[in-house]
């Protein structure tokens, strides 16, 4: 809930409030499955949204649609409300707005291949670090020609065009592997068949359609539907990526605010740093550390602190750490690590605490007024004023129909982009090579006639010149003749 300009999210002895100034130094929910950790995400969402900060978040189960529902009455929730001491609690819903990369629970996402950038989608296509310098090379070419890389068939016909002319090339930008180029077009097929093909296009999704707020002022919330999207992990982590490079190359320096300008929610975080290069990891890091500066809140979840980079986890301030279960000596361990990440409580001992937790109750620990972390506090997360629950496939196409950036974002682009020029610049070259291969053959067909009627001429000169000398031969012998017989 959002009261007396701070954000009200748990309740021990007294309130525990995240303020406002300091949402955007990150941070970290945690949690095994279970826990409660998707009714505190929602509590905190509603909150930003009521303070006027847009929220993005990813709905990975499909239960956080119920944001844009008002929650339903029951009797263990008014005890609930009663038990925290919820004074004027109402049911509502939020302005929501929905996307998805297949365009079935929302608007259609989208980017371009040139947005997204060699290292990411190498990244998302399971490529070595050879073929990498291969497909670098692609998209150098292309700049150069002035291809533009938009969707996956531009990539496609470029790899396709420049391993056609690849000695053409080779001089100025280097060595084009033919194994690796072969390599690089099966890899644009299989991302296509995980949906890149739908990923990749135009209109590109842009960063300030999410930084908008309702007519009441309240900020928007903008749900990523994820239950298809986290089938294939190195599409989600890798997007998730993407977008917080977007936010961070977008968006201005804006210095600390009152309040953040966007917060950002990337759960299941443990996708990102699964299988991540040292140099990818290191790159989100500074990210992190860095876009603060851009008035953006980043917020992990994920079931355990040691899913997390150091890097990164030491950029993440406030902390709500709900139960982990630890049966093994692995797990032990984890429920440590997470102890040692809170400022300690004489009040009870963190590890202990952490595997007590019950559904809806967390160790809470925020930045005070100094911007120091706080106390660690045994609390119970506020409840939702949204619907708990999901929301019918209806419920997303008449949400998504009815907003205003349904017209921008339906319908797909298909400019003349790298493939159309690459089609035009085949198309001209095989007429070229047919039109030259006919007037070859033309000058071999003229040329036998004319062949014939120069021998024929030779011949009946040879002829006239053979029926001369006969004559003169015969008119010579004549001659001979006619004086010997009559004296003349």
């Not at 419920?395 to 009815?402: A, Q």
Request: net charge negative.
């Amino acid at each position: 809930m959002y009261a007396d300009g701070k954000l009200w999210i748990a309740k021990a002895e007294n309130k525990i409030h995240l303020l406002p100034k300091y949402a955007n130094r990150h941070g970290l929910i945690a949690g095994a499955s279970g826990t409660g950790k998707t009714v505190t995400i929602k509590v905190m969402a509603e909150s930003f949204s009521a303070m006027g900060v847009p929220v993005f978040m990813a709905d990975i189960k499909g239960d956080v649609g119920g944001l844009c529902r008002a929650g339903k009455d029951s009797e263990s929730m008014r005890k609930r409300i009663s038990s925290l001491g919820v004074d004027g609690f109402d049911y509502t819903g939020y302005p929501c707005e929905f996307w998805d990369i297949y365009g079935e629970r929302g608007h259609p996402v989208r980017t371009t291949l040139e947005s997204m950038g060699t290292d990411l989608l190498s990244r998302m296509m399971g490529m070595s670090e050879v073929q990498e310098d291969v497909l670098r090379m692609v998209f150098r070419i292309c700049e150069d020609e002035g291809w533009r890389l938009v969707d996956t068939k531009d990539l496609r016909a470029a790899v396709s065009f420049i391993s056609d002319h690849r000695k053409d090339y080779e001089d100025e930008y280097g060595s084009l592997n033919p194994q690796s180029m072969s390599v690089i077009q099966r890899s644009v097929m299989a991302l296509e068949d995980i949906g890149g093909d739908m990923f990749f296009g135009e209109p590109a999704l842009d960063i300030y359609d999410w930084m908008s707020t309702a007519p009441d002022g309240r900020g928007m919330i903008n749900i990523l539907s994820g239950v298809k999207l986290a089938r294939n992990p190195e599409l989600y982590s890798t997007f998730m990526i993407w977008l917080m490079e977007e936010l961070f190359d977008v968006l201005p320096e804006v210095g600390d605010l009152d309040k953040p300008k966007l917060v950002f929610f990337f759960d299941e975080a443990h996708m990102l740093f699964g299988d991540s290069s040292p140099a990818l990891t290191k790159k989100v890091e500074q990210t992190v550390k860095l876009i603060r500066s851009k008035g953006v809140g980043i917020y992990f979840i994920s079931q355990s602190p040691s899913d997390i980079p150091d890097g990164v986890l030491a950029q993440l301030s406030n902390r709500i750490q709900h139960a982990l279960r630890a049966y093994t000596p692995k797990e032990q361990k984890a429920v440590r690590a997470a102890a040692e990440t809170f400022r300690s409580n004489p009040g009870f001992k963190t590890a202990e605490a952490i595997m007590e937790l019950g559904t809806g109750e967390a160790l809470v620990s925020f930045l005070d007024e100094r911007g120091s972390p706080s106390v660690v506090e045994r609390a119970m997360i506020l409840p939702p004023q949204s619907f708990l629950g999901a929301i019918s496939d209806d419920d997303y196409r008449v949400m998504t129909e009815s907003s205003a950036l349904d017209v921008k974002y339906r319908d797909r682009l298909d400019a003349e982009t790298a493939y159309e020029e690459l089609t035009e610049i085949k198309e001209a070259k095989a007429k070229e090579a047919a039109k030259a291969v006919k007037e070859e053959s033309k000058k071999k067909t003229s040329a036998s006639p004319r062949t014939r009627k120069t021998k024929s001429r030779t011949e009946k000169t040879v002829d006239r010149a053979i029926g001369n000398a006969a004559s003169a031969i015969g008119r010579g012998i004549g001659n001979k003749i006619s004086k010997r017989l009559f004296g003349r």
